[in-house]
């Protein structure tokens, strides 16, 4: 390695990418900033489904909308190139054939069976790269009795029962304020294809993944589901009160609500010491979790009468300074004003050629001697066609040329 060049992880691993929306793109935004080679297909003309998802857009130098750039898109696109391939050309998904038998990462979210018709499904790309990773992504996977459904993020957090256990106790269902079941996916997808390609690395031997956003939002139930299967509770919507750990919840304070996290009897002492009222930590009702636990409703109302007259900030500061954990529950303006997002890196800004400037946040993991870089803005529509395909298949301006002739291919 060459001084002072960066080390990235994925150098060198190639990863073909048929996926949009958010569970397949964010999967291969995680590779991609991790140092993989990613080749985004997209449709010709309309690209992933998400950049037009909106506004808001992408502002251009004249201050007018990018109607092919929304905020939506740009956050799981970055560190990619783009090649617009038409997959119902018979050339385009000859090319797909060809740039897999090249890939090391094929990741794809059709519905079941919706490659086969083009020759792109596992079994085709087994037969010419027998080491490929072929990962599929889903609503309900590719067996099953939903198999044939389509799905999207909303639907997984009904069904998964994510929406029975979130929202206030005598509320109507709730999806999380962001597509968790798709984003979990996303994170699971790239882990198996890590695992995936390790044993590829090691055996010659590729594999297909089938993930499904169902599957994974019932994994990621976690202690609810625990709860259940153990001890037959079957969990309802508590609002920021927390099944088992109390208090654990957030408390109106002078100025508005903050949270109080006691996660256990030392933390429960400080508290009470802090705050005046050591004769609680002995208090039989409250001496222990469990105790606490089935005495709920009594410690929190103590609580709150505790705190209900003071200022959030200062109350934070001498929570936290006795290790009791604490904060302020922020809106998404507050927490991108907070020192915090300067310090840790949180933000990173792409300068594309026009001016104009791309904001993202930066992967979230501080790799010490292979650190995330952000090698890519995230592209336009066909943007990389040819470099790509130059990079990847050695294509001579001459083939590019009769491959766009022949509306097989697009470059922007």
């Not at 502002?59 to 007018?64: A, H, M, T």
């Not at 020192?339 to 992967?363: L, N, Q, S, Y």
């Amino acid at each position: 390695m060459e001084a002072g060049k960066q080390h990235r992880a994925l150098e060198g691993v190639r990863v073909l990418d048929l996926s949009r929306v958010l569970a397949g793109p964010w999967s291969t935004q995680i590779l991609a900033d991790l140092g993989a080679d990613v080749l985004k297909v997209e449709l010709p003309g309309k690209g992933d489904d998400t950049r037009s998802w909106g506004p808001p857009f992408l502002k251009l130098p004249d201050g007018s909308d990018d109607p092919r750039e929304s905020a939506y898109y740009l956050c799981a696109n970055r560190n990619k190139r783009s090649a617009a391939i038409n997959l119902a050309h018979p050339d385009g998904a000859a090319l797909i054939r060809r740039l897999a038998e090249r890939a090391d990462i094929m990741v794809e979210n059709f519905k079941v069976g919706g490659l086969a018709k083009y020759g792109l499904d596992y079994d085709s790309m087994r037969a010419i790269n027998p080491r490929l990773v072929y990962c599929s992504i889903t609503g309900f996977g590719q067996t099953g009795p939903y198999a044939d459904r389509p799905g999207y993020d909303f639907v997984a957090q009904g069904m998964g029962g994510f929406m029975s256990i979130t929202g206030e106790e005598h509320g109507g269902p709730l999806r999380a304020g962001v597509a968790m079941a798709d984003i979990s996916t996303g994170m699971y997808a790239t882990v198996s294809m890590l695992a995936a390609l390790r044993h590829a690395e090691r055996t010659g031997e590729g594999q297909h993944i089938d993930i499904s956003l169902l599957d994974t939002q019932i994994a990621t139930l976690a202690n609810q589901a625990s709860n259940w299967l153990v001890g037959g509770v079957n969990p309802g919507r508590m609002g920021n009160r927390h099944p088992t750990v109390v208090p654990y919840k957030t408390f109106r304070v002078k100025d508005g609500e903050i949270i109080i996290a006691v996660g256990n009897d030392g933390q429960f002492r400080s508290f009470c010491v802090e705050m005046g009222r050591p004769e609680l930590a002995d208090d039989p009702r409250f001496v222990t979790g469990s105790q606490r636990l089935i005495n709920r409703d009594a410690i929190e109302g103590i609580f709150q009468e505790i705190v209900a007259d003071l200022e959030g900030g200062p109350l934070v500061e001498r929570l936290v300074a006795i290790n009791v954990p604490a904060g302020p529950v922020n809106t998404i303006r507050d927490i991108f004003a907070d020192p915090f997002i300067a310090a840790r890196k949180t933000v990173h800004r792409f300068v594309r050629e026009d001016g104009v400037e791309i904001p993202a946040v930066a992967f979230p993991a501080k790799l010490s001697a292979t650190p995330a870089d952000y090698r890519h803005r995230p592209p336009r529509i066909g943007e990389n066609t040819r470099e790509l395909l130059h990079e990847w298949l050695v294509l001579d301006d001459a083939e590019l040329a009769a491959l766009e002739a022949g509306g097989a291919v697009v470059q922007r």
